[in-house]
């Protein structure tokens, strides 16, 4: 029993952090044009960041794998997640354009391992409570993308657009501190005295993955 109501305020804590990776993501696409007159940039330049935040993400993802089998899935998790709470104000804040692209970077690089963690978490949680909850979290996700857009579009409206992206950081920080503490403990994995830790390859070498990639 005790096992179960862990399991439960475990899956309440992944649907959190979902969630908060949701309304990142719907608050920065309300702050995408206000970036054009503040550093008086064209939309080519402005595709151009955006492309650097999705470089970011991708390159980000290719990595995130390792850093959970080295460091441990609770704690990528908890640290991508309480990296995500300064990214938009850094975005927002950021002075010039050469301080923006990493910024940008930033962001996609810690939302991209972000969402790989808590996926790999949710399959976890999954095991443990022995049924699925992958579509649910996802749903919290688009759920955070429109609370995001929505209210951030008001907020930005009211607050302007550091006021805005403060708030966010404040939003975004309740929730993934509200459940970092409930995420569940690492499950004890037996392995053969003397085994050898299996070598992971960054990019896959079957043509047909790389065929449905595409």
């Known amino acids: 029993m005790q096992i179960d109501r862990q399991a439960q305020r475990a899956r309440w804590a992944v649907a959190a952090m979902f969630m908060a990776n949701g309304l990142?993501?719907?608050?920065?696409?309300?702050?995408?044009?206000?970036?054009?007159?503040r550093h008086q940039i064209t939309e080519s330049t402005l595709g151009l960041l955006i492309l650097v935040l999705g470089i970011g993400a991708v390159s980000a993802m290719l990595f995130s794998g390792r850093l959970i089998v080295l460091f441990g899935l609770r704690r990528v998790l908890t640290v991508f997640a309480l990296a995500m709470i300064p990214t938009l104000p850094l975005i927002?804040?950021?002075?010039?354009?050469?301080?923006?692209a990493p910024a940008m970077a930033a962001f996609g690089a810690i939302a991209g391992s972000m969402d790989v963690a808590m996926n790999a978490q949710a399959v976890e949680v999954e095991r443990r409570l022995g049924r699925a909850i992958?579509?649910?979290?996802?749903?919290?996700?688009?759920?955070?993308?429109?609370?995001?857009?929505?209210v951030g579009s008001y907020a930005i409206v009211k607050l302007g657009a550091?006021?805005?992206s403060l708030l966010a950081a404040l939003a975004i920080g309740c929730l993934v501190v509200g459940a970092m503490a409930?995420?569940?403990?690492?499950?004890?994995?037996?392995?053969?005295?003397?085994?050898?830790?299996?070598?992971h390859q960054l990019f896959p070498r079957d043509f047909h993955i790389w065929l449905l990639g595409s």
């Open 162 to 164: 550091e006021g805005q």
């Open 134 to 150: 992958m579509s649910a979290s996802h749903g919290f996700w688009s759920l955070g993308g429109f609370v995001g857009g929505s």
């Open 92 to 100: 927002v804040f950021a002075p010039t354009l050469w301080l923006l």
């Open 24 to 37: 990142a993501t719907g608050i920065w696409a309300t702050q995408i044009p206000f970036l054009l007159p």
């Open 182 to 199: 409930f995420l569940p403990p690492p499950l004890p994995q037996a392995s053969p005295e003397g085994a050898l830790a299996p070598k």
